[in-house]
């Protein structure tokens, strides 16, 4: 096949990387994107600017893409980031942290015959250029027109740094409520640095806060202050709540509790904790010892995120044993190939019995049985069964158990009212409103673990909805009009 654009090529301008070699000895980050403008052109220009924008379909918030890239082509930087950031306020970060092969770049019609238009490392190139310029945008014009309504906004992560975005662009006075010292939620405490730098989700808040947005962190709202507190003494019109889904699941098996066993939550928020304690006056957990042979269990992001940081902790032999094969690993593509890169060994087809102690009670070893694949249950998944007498130990000195989450039920308990599924999930409806009068959720609390991208599109769904119920309140003519609108 021919093609006769000049500048078009099937192959895509790669990225820079850090060496894996150097990588596995510092905490900086491996995936160094585009570092020049006529690289990002470059690419750019591979781009078809196809009539129908199939690559926004694969984005679950439906970015503009397309747009932005025809901006990128003309050195329009900033425009291509004003025009992301008006539905998605997180381009750095999600330009650092989707799985682009699987949503906008899988349905790029140029994968058909090449390489798919990086379209991940374009948005973090704009976002990134437009960050690094902040002082020079002007985002007085994005701050809505206000009538004096307070919104409070509880969590810091993705879904609620992007609802305090739409928000205060709406006009309201909006305050975010967090628990821990710093902003960014899992993208600060689960995400590695070497993946999300912290500076990127600092410029992110930044921008957020210039339109106005107030940040009180250490304040865990159900047990500091209560949501109908919020409301009754400190005259907040509406609740956001966006939680996230941040209670580790176990595996169940006997010995889980012995020393040398934790979660993968524990163990990513404690090495961020000491990496960042100095440049963020943190309290410094100290160092997490890993010891010689690291096991981690699951195969997710989180646990590709424990393999990578155990191996920077000084791990020999970092393992990911996981009850399913590769291909069906939750994983992103990339982040199985970094974790092999830097060293990562995988065990397949396993699944762990018990943690077994040695003679000082610390953990020694894993037991496990091998699994085999059978028939495919009504999801179209292959089901699994244990291969029975095939266990065999592996020994090691840490384990990390990286097998899920789910939403912490501290705040629904002291919410009377707030309704909540057997799993913890917040109930909502289409609009993201909660069984509670002007009580609005999204992002992981409500879904259970997704991702950022998701985060950020429920947030501005429900921020929508939010603005109608507030509207609508004080009966403001627009609500009617508009209300037919919200989506
Ligand atoms: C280790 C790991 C790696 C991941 N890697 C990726 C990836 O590569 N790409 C990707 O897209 N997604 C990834 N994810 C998933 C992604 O990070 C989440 O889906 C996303 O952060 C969800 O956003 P959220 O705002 O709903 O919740 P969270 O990010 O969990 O934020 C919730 C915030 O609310 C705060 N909070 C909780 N309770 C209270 C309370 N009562 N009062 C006040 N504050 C409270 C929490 O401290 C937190 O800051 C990863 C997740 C993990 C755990």
Not at 6 to 28: G, N, P, T, Y
Request: charged share 25%; hydrophobic share 40%.
């Amino acid at each position: 096949m021919s093609f006769t654009m000049s500048r078009f090529s099937w192959v895509e301008v790669e990225a820079h990387q850090l060496e894996h070699a150097k990588a596995l000895h510092s905490w900086d980050e491996v995936n160094l994107g585009y570092l020049t403008y006529e690289e990002a052109k470059a690419e750019a220009d591979r781009c078809l600017q196809c009539g129908t924008p199939y690559c926004q379909d694969g984005c679950p918030n439906h970015n503009p893409i397309r747009d932005f890239i025809a901006l990128v082509q003309e050195g329009r930087l900033v425009d291509a980031a004003l025009l992301d950031w008006q539905v998605n306020p997180l381009a750095s970060c999600t330009g650092r942290v989707c799985a682009w092969e699987k949503q906008c770049e899988g349905y790029c019609v140029v994968r058909n015959e090449g390489d798919p238009i990086r379209i991940g490392l374009l948005e973090r190139y704009l976002g990134d250029y437009a960050l690094k310029h902040l002082d020079e945008i002007d985002l007085s014009s994005w701050v809505g027109e206000g009538h004096g309504e307070k919104v409070a906004v509880v969590g810091a992560g993705p879904a609620g740094m992007a609802a305090a975005w739409f928000l205060a662009r709406k006009g309201y006075q909006v305050t975010i409520y967090e628990s821990w010292y710093l902003y960014g939620g899992v993208m600060s405490y689960g995400i590695p640095e070497y993946v999300l730098p912290q500076r990127v989700i600092d410029l992110e808040m930044e921008k957020i806060l210039r339109l106005g947005v107030t940040l009180k962190t250490g304040i865990r709202v159900g047990k500091d202050i209560t949501i109908q507190e919020l409301k009754e003494k400190e005259g907040y019109d509406a609740i956001f709540i966006a939680t996230g889904a941040n209670q580790p699941a176990t595996p169940g098996v006997p010995g889980e509790d012995l020393p040398g066993v934790m979660t993968a939550k524990d163990f990513l928020m404690k090495a961020t904790e000491h990496l960042l304690a100095k440049d963020y006056s943190l309290p410094d957990p100290g160092p997490v010892p890993v010891g010689r042979r690291v096991v981690v269990i699951g195969a997710g992001d989180t646990a590709m995120d424990a393999v990578r940081t155990s191996l920077r902790l000084g791990a020999e032999e970092v393992y990911v044993c996981y009850r399913r094969t590769e291909e069906l690993a939750p994983s992103r593509t990339p982040e199985i190939a970094h974790a092999k890169a830097e060293g990562g060994r995988f065990i397949y087809l396993v699944n762990p019995t018990r943690f077994i102690p040695g003679p000082d009670g610390r953990l020694a070893g894993v037991e496990f049985v091998r699994m085999q694949l059978g028939e495919k249950d009504a999801s179209g998944r292959q089901k699994i069964s244990p291969i029975p007498g095939s266990q065999f130990v592996l020994e090691c000195d840490t384990a990390i158990l990286a097998v899920g989450y789910r939403p912490e039920t501290d705040l629904a308990e002291a919410t009377p009212g707030l309704e909540v599924a057997n799993w913890g999930g917040i109930v909502v409806d289409q609009d993201g409103h909660t069984s509670l009068e002007g009580v609005f959720a999204a992002g992981d609390c409500v879904t259970g673990a997704k991702t950022v991208i998701h985060a950020v599109h429920a947030a501005r769904h429900a921020a929508e909805a939010l603005h109608h119920y507030l509207m609508a309140k004080r009966q403001d003519p627009l609500a009617l009009l508009e209300a037919a609108t919200v989506g």
